[in-house]
């Protein structure tokens, strides 16, 4: 009964681990993914279920004819490594797209990206 | 100058890690899950502990009806990024008029080889070949005399690259294969007390599996923040179907279920339940249930078993 209770707890803690993937994915974004916007943000900020390893981890934002319109400055947040920040000037009405491609501190790359719009 | 180094090895790092990320059920930014029913396209690092099903089987010939309980064990290992091995065991209950056989199902050994991969349009697509391994199992629970081998295809494609119209598709995905079944021998021939011979034919056969998936994990990720939490937030609703047909010697009709359910992902393992639906009565009667424990081996153990052989 012993070995049962034991397995049952292993499982129990690995099921109720934070729930991401040991693969760095987005939690959550401001502005929220597929989100439409009334003022424009002033940077993009991503939460990640990993924590990242800053070198090899990259963001930026793209205007709806594919150039870059971030700051160029996207990178992991130095005092919170699951965090990523572009800064982004005045952008204009329209749609606009996140891409980001990161490694994990556990070496797995993971990458994607989703749009948002800014209403004026 | 000391920089260099230390930058050669990340990137050799990265590297590396860029090899395992593209094994794990991944194509591009899709995360495909484990199915339960059917198998996926993937070479990777995993373990099934266990899958455990209860259904009805049809009766077959002088065999009547039983309802079978299956607890099963399967284990997949990359030797490199692209080709790996699994090995599976499934112990068998089965209960019927006739009372309750209990044994081991024969050992099954597969290899699989992904040659395809477009991360953009989210395809993948391997080869595999699976080995049932004849009289390595009970004979009172059915397990089979002859070996059975069956090369098979298997893709995968997720619909990310649907147009921003059709945005709230993108989160489907398909899985599938198609294999034939082998037998290594034609008919088994069995005397009874009587002195009569009767054969029974081992036609070969064609299988199909097919899984169908909406990935809450994508929408919430890449498509549409919809403001899902835990643990909704990484649930995946799946149908598969998992169909067989014997086309000569004696062939018969399509037999196979139909399974909907539901895929838990998270961080090292995956909780699968899935209802097991037979397609017709040749297959059995009344609704099974399948549940699995699957553990993302590559996650656990990132440095050491996870990780490619060679």
């Known amino acids: 009964m012993r070995r049962v209770a034991r397995s049952l707890f292993i499982l129990a803690a690995l099921a109720a681990a934070p729930s991401a993937f040991a693969h760095a994915f987005l939690d959550h ?21 990993q924590q990242l390893e ?66 004026r | 100058m000391k920089e260099v180094p230390v930058r050669f090895m990340l990137a050799a790092v990265a590297l590396a890690g860029a090899q395992g990320a593209l094994a794990h059920g991944f194509a591009g ?22 899958t455990v099903s209860r259904r009805t089987l049809a009766a077959e010939g002088d065999s009547p009806a039983v309802r079978e309980t299956a607890a099963s064990v399967d284990l997949a290992k990359r030797i490199t990024s692209s080709f790996g091995i699994e090995v599976g065991a499934t112990w068998l209950d089965q209960r019927g008029a006739e009372g309750t056989q209990r044994g081991f199902d024969n050992w099954a050994l597969g ?5 395809y991969l477009d991360e953009r349009h989210e395809s993948i697509a391997s080869v595999g070949v699976d080995w049932d391994m004849g009289n390595t199992g009970a004979k009172s629970v059915g397990a089979e005399t002859f070996s059975t081998v069956t090369p098979a295809l298997f893709v995968g494609k997720g619909f990310g690259d ?35 011979a009767s054969t029974e034919l081992h036609p070969h056969t064609v299988n199909v599996g097919l899984a169908l998936e909406y990935s809450l ?11 899902l939490r835990e643990p909704f937030n990484r649930l995946i609703p799946i149908v598969e179907f998992d169909l ?20 838990w992902a998270g961080r090292y393992v995956q909780l699968g339940l899935e209802a097991v639906i ?30 490619p052989l060679l």
């Open chain 2, 217 to 227: 994990p994508y929408l919430q990720s890449f498509v549409k923040d919809v403001g």
């Open chain 2, 162 to 196: 649907l147009p921003s119209s059709m945005q709230y598709l993108r989160p489907l995905a398909l899985t599938g294969s198609v294999g034939i079944g082998m037998p290594s021998r034609s008919g088994t021939t069995t005397v009874d007390e009587d002195g009569n």
């Open chain 1, 54 to 119: 800053p070198a090899f981890s990259k963001l930026k934002v793209l205007d709806a004819n594919g150039n870059e319109v971030d700051a160029k400055d996207g990178g992991v947040d130095a005092h919170d490594r699951t965090v990523m920040h572009a800064t982004l000037p005045a952008l204009a009405p329209g749609k606009y797209r996140v891409e980001w491609r990161v490694l994990s501190t556990d070496t797995h790359v993971t990458s994607g990206g989703f749009t948002f719009e800014v209403r």
């Open chain 2, 29 to 50: 930014q899709r995360f495909f899950p484990a199915t339960i029913a059917t198998d996926d396209p993937f070479v990777a690092d995993e373990l099934s502990l266990p």
């Open chain 2, 244 to 263: 067989s047909k014997p086309y000569d010697r004696g062939a018969g009709p399509w037999t196979g279920t139909v399974n909907p359910g539901l895929l």
């Open chain 1, 29 to 49: 974004a401001d502005p929220r993914v597929g989100s439409t916007v009334d003022h424009a943000p002033r940077r993009a900020t991503l939460w990640f279920t």
């Open chain 2, 278 to 307: 037979p397609v017709n009565h040749a297959t059995g009667g009344g609704t099974g249930v399948v549940f699995q424990l699957h553990f993302f081996i590559d996650d656990l153990f990132p440095k050491s078993f996870g990780k």
């Open chain 2, 111 to 115: 290899a699989k080889y992904q040659f």
